[in-house]
T-cell receptor
Framework: AQTVTQSQPEMSVQEAETVTLSCTYDTSESDYYLFWYKQPPSRQMILVIRQEAYKQQNATENRFSVNFQKAAKSFSLKISDSQLGDAAMYFCAYRGNSGGSNYKLTFGKGTLLTVNP | EAGVTQFPSHSVIEKGQTVTLRCDPISGHDNLYWYRRVMGKEIKFLLHFVKESKQDESGMPNNRFLAERTGGTYSTLKVQPAELEDSGVYFC?????????????FGQGTRLTVV
């Protein structure tokens, strides 16, 4: 079974600074997707960024980028120029891609990010 | 376009009572998932519908939980009778059906407290 580990229950960053959230995972599959979701205090989870395992290039979405190390099974999220609106719970998630229509996600415990003004 | 909607947003019930949670997916999304997050723990998969059919219910904790998806539209998750350990936030997500990668959209969740 796949597992996702987020070793940082809480992190804080100063506004405009950069912060990196860690995520490791375990799987025997070779083809899969990794995601970072953000859950602001309003509680609706939003997809931040997605990485396909077969792509070597790290995904980037504006101020958000990942460092995907497939051999190490590591998938960290870097937030540059942090803004107050980035404060949220961040979840790392894994999804297999072995075929079929079941795309259930396996989540980590989450990292609560605080942005200090 | 409306997102995934969940009702109620909060529910406080006594142990032994019954609660029904509802999820309205995005229109046209055949995939519907239920997840649960118990305080301090991971978000755990409960089950997956494709249209009105249960594709995977391997995450359902026990037979006190019953999920339905009438006509392949909205879904309900009933807990009967509720126990203290059922407390948590229940999330619903939906996505389009297809062989390609499809993004899952989440609702705001229902916070269930069993006292």
């Amino acid at each position: 079974a796949q597992t996702v580990t987020q070793s940082q229950p809480e992190m804080s960053v100063q506004e405009a600074e950069t912060v990196t959230l860690s995520c490791t995972y375990d799987t025997s599959e070779s083809d899969y997707y990794l995601f970072w979701y953000k859950q602001p205090p309003s509680r609706q989870m939003i997809l931040v960024i997605r990485q396909e395992a077969y792509k070597q290039q790290n995904a980037t979405e504006n101020r958000f980028s990942v460092n995907f190390q497939k051999a190490a099974k590591s998938f960290s999220l870097k937030i540059s120029d942090s803004q107050l609106g980035d404060a949220a719970m961040y979840f790392c998630a894994y999804r297999g891609n072995s075929g079929g229509s079941n795309y259930k996600l396996t989540f980590g415990k989450g990292t609560l990010l605080t942005v200090n003004p | 376009e409306a997102g995934v909607t969940q009702f109620p947003s909060h529910s406080v019930i006594e142990k032994g009572q019954t609660v029904t949670l509802r999820c309205d997916p995005i229109s046209g999304h055949d995939n519907l998932y239920w997840y649960r997050r118990v305080m301090g723990k991971e978000i755990k998969f409960l089950l997956h519908f494709v249209k009105e059919s249960k594709q995977d219910e391997s995450g359902m904790p026990n037979n006190r939980f019953l999920a339905e998806r009438t006509g392949g539209t909205y879904s309900t998750l009933k807990v009967q009778p509720a126990e203290l350990e059922d407390s948590g936030v229940y999330f619903c997500a939906s996505s389009q059906l297809g062989p390609w990668d499809t993004e899952a959209f989440f609702g705001q969740g229902t916070r269930l407290t069993v006292v």
